[in-house]
Nanobody
Framework: QVQLVESGGGLVQAGGSLRLSCVAS????????MGWFRQAPGKEREFVAHISRGGGSTYHGDSVKGRFTISRDNAKNTVYLQMNSLKPEDTAVYYC?????????????????WGQGTQVTVSS
């Protein structure tokens, strides 16, 4: 198993930016794909983005496409989520997760390690 610790959340005005980080320890970080998910109060967990183990392939959910960017630095065991043009509907707890596989996926069942989450609040 791997331990994942997210950081970088906070309160930001609509239109602003935040960068989330997730540092991994334990299982070899560069072997597996990584993903970001989010969950707003009263809503189901939602896929945000995933990235392949080498970082060469990424995919972003429709609700964040063009505004958010996932990236990773395998030398630092870290995955990032750059969030621009934030909207109030982006308010949620954001979780990073490590996939069971080398390829990315939008299904949370394909991820077997999860961080504790970091709160992002966007005010209007």
């Amino acid at each position: 198993q791997v331990q994942l610790v997210e950081s970088g959340g906070g309160l930001v005005q609509a239109g602003g930016s935040l960068r989330l980080s997730c540092v991994a320890s334990g299982r070899t970080f560069s072997t597996y794909a990584m993903g970001w998910f989010r969950q707003a109060p009263g809503k189901e967990r939602e896929f945000v983005a995933h990235i392949s183990r080498g970082g060469g392939s990424t995919y972003h959910g429709d609700s964040v496409k063009g505004r958010f960017t996932i990236s990773r630095d395998n030398a630092k065991n870290t995955v990032y989520l750059q969030m621009n043009s934030l909207k109030p509907e982006d308010t949620a707890v954001y979780y990073c997760a490590q996939s069971r596989y080398v390829w990315g996926s939008s299904r949370d069942a394909d991820f077997d390690s999860w961080g504790q989450g970091t709160q992002v609040t966007v005010s209007s």
